[in-house]
């Protein structure tokens, strides 16, 4: 069943998939090509936050199995049965690779929704076939990525090789769970390395079917393995081992700075980090549609519940049309997201990934209302899902950037609308944080919006839109936001190191 045939079915198909696949999957750790048990025997509980229901029970890799994982990936990467084919062979396997991911839509996309909440029309629709075509994207790179020969003595010969780091270790959040996955592991495939990739605790299912369906469409086994655990124990492990030439993190900015000091403590292996954000959105008062923008603008926030590392959670509204936005936004808005069982093809949002997840979200609420914010719409969890990790999408207004709300990553349905009165200082607003992964703003005038892409501190600015882009676009962002550039030709690149060749003639 591919992604194009799946979009009819309805909500009862996808409780009876649901079920089939829950059925279908193997547990356990996957390395050198198979599914394996840990001699160790932990196990993580996998937990459906729609019902709170325990669906798996996984195996939790040790630093053993890290170990074990590690050595696999190097021997298969020194043995050349990847890292050495021929880079249209390379392609051919990861364009079947793609296939084959296409061809098991339903279940991946089921996966996705049971492990993290993501309402399964959003996988259906965005998530998987970005995986896919990241995947042919980074296929395509193989082969178009060379060296150089540099004009030196004519008695010399300077060539400049690109050659694969070696292994690289892959450590991938549960908000996008494939698709952050497949940001990391597919360009470090495509530049020839072998991998370890532990995804996060809270929804490991369809990293697994992915290492599995690598093997499948012609994959050596070694060069992807796949290590459900808990990140204190086996990310830990994985990022200080001194056989791993690369960690790529994303993550929490706390975590990721964690991640600096394992490699200090290892072997100094590259970091690559995607952390936090805190992303503003910049309306001022000449922007071009005021319904475009704010739809823009709750779309940017309460999609995907908000668990998204550049959520436009700062709303920076232009005084003088600061009345008229919120309320457009908190009608539309409570329109559009509604609160419901992911399964259910009409659902346009559904829990955040766990209990705790909620908690936390609904006590930054709370944080809010007593540092003196306004709430304009939601602020609890929604009465009829008593079950479920529920947030129900929320408005603050009344914000300044002072306040907990502002400045802390709430990673939930949240939005802070902040009044501003001039360019300038909605500029100062948009840079007082920590982060700066990225922003919008929104204006007729080209000359502000140029000036507000120069002077705004984040790695990706859009005008007058959100959240959009394509494969040409790095996506990552400056000061505490992390170092690594995704989703284009250069993250291959950077799963490369260069080789300086001088020889006299």
């Known amino acids: 069943m591919n992604a194009g045939s799946i979009e009819s079915l309805s909500y009862a198909d996808w ?43 996984v195996t ?8 074990r994982a590690v050595q696999a990936a190097r021997r298969a990467f020194r043995a050349g049965t990847w890292s050495k084919l021929a880079p249209r062979e390379r392609m051919a396997v990861m364009y079947r690779w793609a296939d ?13 929704t049971l492990d993290m909440g993501k309402p399964i029309r959003d996988v259906i629709a965005g998530d998987l076939p970005s995986v896919a075509g990241f995947i042919r994207f980074c296929a395509e790179c193989i082969d178009k990525i060379d060296g150089r020969v540099t004009s030196t003595d004519p008695a010399a010969l300077h060539m400049i090789l ?70 204190e124990v086996a990310g830990r492990a994985l990022a200080l081992h001194p056989g791993v030439d690369k960690i790529s993190f994303t993550g ?11 490699s200090g403590q290892s072997n100094m292996k590259k970091v690559a980090l995607e952390c936090g954000g805190k992303s503003p959105q910049i309306f001022l008062e000449d922007l071009p549609d005021m319904d475009r923008a704010v739809e823009a603008a709750f779309r940017g926030i309460f999609g995907n519940q908000g668990e998204v590392c550049n959520a436009g959670s700062r709303l920076l509204v232009a005084r003088s049309i600061h009345d008229e936005f919120v309320e457009r936004f908190s009608a539309r808005a409570a329109l559009a997201f509604t ?3 992911p399964l259910d093809p009409a659902t346009s949002m559904g829990p955040l990934v766990d209990r705790e997840s909620q908690r936390r979200v609904l006590s930054m609420i709370q944080t809010g209302v007593s540092e003196g914010a306004r709430l304009a719409m939601g602020g609890d969890a929604p009465a009829a899902l008593p079950e479920g990790a529920y947030v129900n999408p929320t408005l603050f207004t009344g914000v300044s950037s002072s306040m907990s709300i502002a400045r802390e990553e709430i990673f939930g349905p949240v939005a802070s609308v902040i009044a501003f009165d001039t360019v300038e200082e909605a500029i100062e607003i948009a840079n007082d944080t920590i982060y700066g992964l990225a922003a ?51 993250s291959v690149r950077s799963y490369m190191q260069e080789k300086s060749a001088w020889i006299r003639l």
């Not at 390395?31 to 669906?55: K, Q």
């Not at 939790?60 to 170990?67: E, K, L, R, T």
């Not at 084959?100 to 996705?112: F, R």
């Not at 929490?252 to 394992?262: A, E, R, W």
């Open 252 to 262: 929490s900015t706390q975590v990721g700075k964690l991640m600096l000091v394992y």
């Open 440 to 490: 919008s703003v929104w204006t007729r005038d080209l000359s502000t919006a140029i000036h507000c892409v120069r002077a705004i501190e984040a790695g990706v600015v859009w005008v007058n839109t959100f959240d959009e882009g394509d494969m040409t676009q790095p996506f990552g962002g400056f000061k505490q936001s992390g170092n690594a550039k995704d989703n284009c030709i250069d």
């Open 162 to 231: 690109r050659e694969p780091l070696g292994v690289v270790g892959a450590i991938s959040p549960w908000n996008y769970p494939m698709l952050m996955a497949t940001w990391k592991i597919a360009p470090a495939l495509a530049a020839g390395n072998s991998v370890v990739l532990k995804p996060a605790e809270q929804a490991p299912l369809s990293c697994l079917r992915l290492g599995q369906l690598f093997v499948e469409a012609g994959g050596p086994p070694g060069v992807l393995n796949v290590l459900n655990g808990i990140g």
């Open 60 to 67: 939790a890799a040790s630093p053993a199995d890290v170990d």
């Open 100 to 112: 084959l991911i296409e061809a098991n839509a339903a279940s991946l996309s089921v996966l996705e």
């Open 15 to 57: 409780q009876k998939i649901a079920a089939d696949t829950l059925r279908a999957v193997d547990p356990r750790l996957f390395v050198d090509g198979e599914f394996r048990a840990s001699p160790e025997g932990g196990v993580i509980e996998t937990v459906n936050p729609t019902t709170g229901a325990v669906m798996l029970e």
């Open 339 to 341: 609160p419901g069982d």
